[in-house]
């Protein structure tokens, strides 16, 4: 049960978030997980369907393989990822994006599309043009 010091907290609480300028707790943890270098490009990779740890690895680009499964294991405790391990000698190991995973897609295509617009590429393409 709540004290009325804990209810009057709650509710300072509930304005500073409600408060114009402050950005929601939402889009903060949302921004938080998805900033974090090749967390995008990861997702990217799965949207074509399950992989192997390795064939994200050359699928993602440079990415090395502690970062990956790092990224990998946080997507994962964050719900966007399904690790499967299959019991054959030797484990193989595949990753699949959940539903909230697959809803990344609207946003991965328009970031594609807005850096496409404005001339935006990786620095390779820029290097080979």
């Not at 990217?44 to 499964?69: E, I, K």
């Not at 719900?79 to 539903?99: I, R």
């Not at 001339?119 to 820029?126: D, M, N, T, W």
Request: net charge neutral.
């Amino acid at each position: 049960m709540l004290d009325a010091d804990s209810m009057s907290k709650a509710a300072v609480k509930t304005e500073t978030d409600a408060r114009p300028g402050c950005p929601s707790r939402h889009l903060h943890a949302g921004v938080s997980l998805l900033q974090e270098k090749w967390v995008l490009l990861i997702v990217r990779v799965l949207l074509n369907g399950p992989q192997g740890f390795n064939d994200m690895a050359r699928n993602t680009g440079d990415v090395n393989s502690t970062t990956l499964a790092q990224r990998l294991a946080r997507l994962e405790k964050a719900g966007l990822v399904t690790k499967t391990v299959q019991s054959v000698m030797p484990p193989k190991t595949s990753y699949e994006l959940t539903e909230a995973g697959r809803a990344l897609k609207p946003t991965i295509d328009a970031i594609e599309r807005w850096a496409e617009k404005y001339g935006l590429a990786c620095e390779e393409s820029r290097q080979e043009a």
